[in-house]
């Protein structure tokens, strides 16, 4: 498997490298910019996962994960976004989103992960795992995330949510059943008109209540 790692820092991208090297069999590139990711590419035939960070000087990592995903269609991506492990709310256990201090040992998990998912030809990330980043990132803009045959969008201003929509619902409700997605295709555009705000409590208290009442409406189930 062929793994470029796109990250600002010269010292940690080199270390990050060292370690893919070490502990698996993989190739592992770095480079230090998008421009320099997009230069690669061109000389490569093959990239199976990108790790690049999210925001940093000469990197949006969304735009260069589609524009990757364009080149290399069984591509699979993870991301380094700016802030803290320590800020996260919520926990993914297959995560592909890897805060600092880097966790070493999930990254290799992730990877392990990849060699498998990349042969199915899609990149799949969990709704929590994607939506928090987001949250943390302060993004504006809308998430679209296809799980099946089944969209939904949720909307972002300076990192909290405003509304989420789904086929069947939206507000409170949308972003419960999306929470519940664990393997959804991804699109972000931060053109889009914000509509009027109709989820006014902060990210972290409307997920993590929609987590619980997914676990409670699953465990009622079950005991039926």
């Known amino acids: 498997m062929q793994l470029l790692i796109v990250h600002s820092d010269a010292e940690l991208g080199k270390a990050l490298v060292q370690m893919v090297k070490d502990y698996t069999a993989h190739d592992c590139d770095l480079v230090a910019n998008s421009a320099k990711a997009q230069a690669w590419a061109q000389r490569h035939q093959q990239c199976d996962f990108l790790l690049t960070q ?7 990592g969304f735009i260069l994960g589609g524009t990757f995903s364009e080149i290399f269609p069984k591509l699979q991506t993870g991301f380094f976004p700016g802030y803290s492990a320590s800020e996260q709310r919520l926990e993914v256990s297959e995560t592909k989103v ?12 992730a990877i392990a992960h990849a060699a498998d998912a990349s042969a199915e030809g899609r990149d799949f990330f969990h709704a929590v795992d994607l939506l928090q980043m987001c949250c943390l990132s302060h993004k504006s803009g809308a998430i679209q995330m296809v799980s099946g045959q089944k969209i939904g969008v949720v909307y972002l201003r300076d990192g909290a949510i405003l509304q989420a929509e789904t086929g069947n619902a939206k507000a409170k409700d949308a972003l419960d059943e999306i929470v519940g997605w664990n393997a959804v295709e991804f699109a972000y555009d931060n053109s889009v008109t914000i509509p009027v705000r109709a989820i006014t409590r902060s990210w972290h208290e409307i997920m993590i209540e929609a987590v619980l009442r997914r676990k409670q409406r699953k465990l009622t189930t079950q005991g039926l």
């Open 54 to 60: 999210l925001d940093a000087k000469g990197i949006d």
């Open 98 to 109: 890897f805060p600092e201090p880097i966790d070493g040992e999930r990254m290799l998990k």
